[in-house]
């Protein structure tokens, strides 16, 4: 239960809408919460969605397998029934909270393997629904799409002693922090996560809209010349040499357990991790890597949806660097930055952009873009950041994924 009120207080703390958290309301969530972990029965469980009809409030869970099973022919395939994962995909991508009448739906289609807790709360006791469809998500799975991950990777990290590893690891994880601080004291708001992958991290903004994706290639920006610039410095101190892939596309989020209860903290996993994963095989070391995305997505600053790929994405952000002005990396405050995709000259003597063909070990062929990010300093070396595009096409077996695969 400790661990459960800890829970509750950031939640709480976090709070933004619009009711007074009265002590009689604190303890509404603490019951609810209890009633819902009893429901989650150590992730046996998932809360699919919540609704609520005048004081009646209902909840859906299902067990984990169950949600597959459930829908699938008794004579299909594994891994084959993509009509149905398609409908869980969009009650999972969907929110939490449901109308009635959509929630009934939802238990019909599950059938028996659906299961509906029910609790009775008067309305000056009951929580706002934002609060709510917190605590449901925190018991459930989330399918999150055209959301950006960035994947840093330490290269050589299994040749290393595990004290080196440790520090290797904390190393990037101040840089990560270091960079986070930099953006907020500029008021360019980020909620970032990341999990560790043993041997680097995954980050992501928690907020999904253009504006928090080019947040997200910020921070990477700012993570990886806060690097470059410990590698300066350093003498003996192991700081790691760093490879990174960029990209946006689906997964899905959750909360593993964690001494009986859920985390606090999400896990991802889907599409984009694995389209990262790949990519990042293939990168050498120093190299950033950008998936190659064509997406929808709500423009908070205009007040409308823009379509935009991975090009539009990087000149958007291009565009929007003088926001990082006067910030200090190392100990001198950046004048400039220019981030653009790498290619051949043109005749005019313009840049194209090259498009790369890299094959993964399974033998899928996926499109990504070479990326280079130049940082200019006030009285300082200017940090380069990227591998050049003649770099990559130089006769080396270490790049000859890249200069094969030019499209």
């Known amino acids: 239960m400790k661990q459960r009120a800890s829970w509750l207080h950031f939640l709480i703390e976090s709070h933004d809408d619009a009711q007074a958290l009265t002590p009689r309301v604190r303890q509404t969530l603490a019951d609810l919460d209890n ?53 869980i995909n969009r009650i999972l991508s969907a929110s939490k909270f449901v109308t009635p009448p959509q929630f009934e739906r939802i238990r019909e289609a599950l059938g028996d393997a659906a299961q509906v807790i029910r609790v009775h709360l008067l309305a000056p006791e009951a929580p706002v629904p934002a609060l709510v ?16 991950v960035v994947l840093l990777d330490i290269v050589g990290f299994s040749l290393r002693s595990p004290l080196e590893q440790m520090a290797m690891l904390n190393s990037v994880s101040y840089s990560v922090n270091s960079a986070y601080r930099k953006l907020l004291s500029k008021d360019i708001q980020i909620s970032f996560a990341r999990t560790t992958t043993g041997d680097g991290f995954y980050i992501w903004n928690r907020a999904k809209t253009v504006q928090a994706n080019l947040a997200l290639y910020k921070l990477m920006m700012l993570i990886l010349a806060d690097n470059a610039v410990a590698h300066r410095k350093a003498k003996s101190f192991p700081v790691p040499s760093l490879r990174a892939a960029f990209h946006i596309g689906e997964h899905y989020e959750f909360y593993q357990v964690e ?28 190299q950033i890597v950008i998936g190659d995305f064509n997406i929808e997505l709500h423009d908070e600053k205009a007040d409308r949806n823009v379509q935009y790929g991975t090009r539009e994405f990087v000149d958007k952000t291009a565009s929007t660097l003088d926001d990082l ?83």
């Open 35 to 87: 009633l819902l972990f009893d429901a989650w029965n150590l992730g046996d469980n998932i809360l699919l969605v919540w609704t609520r009809d005048h004081t009646e409030h209902r909840f859906l869970a299902i067990r984990h397998y169950a949600l597959i099973e459930s829908l699938a022919p008794k004579d299909a395939p594994p891994g084959g029934n993509g009509a149905n994962a398609s409908f």
């Open 325 to 407: 002005a006067g910030l200090a990396v190392g100990s001198q405050q950046i004048e400039k930055i220019r981030c653009y995709l790498t290619g051949a000259p043109a005749a005019n003597g313009d840049f194209r952009v090259n498009q790369y063909r890299i094959q993964d070990k399974h033998g899928l062929d996926r499109i990504v873009y070479n990326a280079k990010i130049n940082l200019h300093r006030t009285e300082a070396e200017p940090i380069f950041l990227g591998i050049q595009h003649a770099e990559l096409h130089r006769p080396d077996p270490a790049t000859a994924a890249w200069s094969e695969g030019m499209v």
């Open 133 to 148: 469809t917190r605590l449901v998500t925190r018991y459930g799975v989330t399918l999150v799409t055209e959301r950006a």
């Open 259 to 286: 001494a009986l209860n859920p985390t606090t903290f999400a896990y991802i996993v889907g599409h984009v991790t694995i389209e990262l994963a790949r990519m990042i095989a293939k990168a050498v070391p120093g």
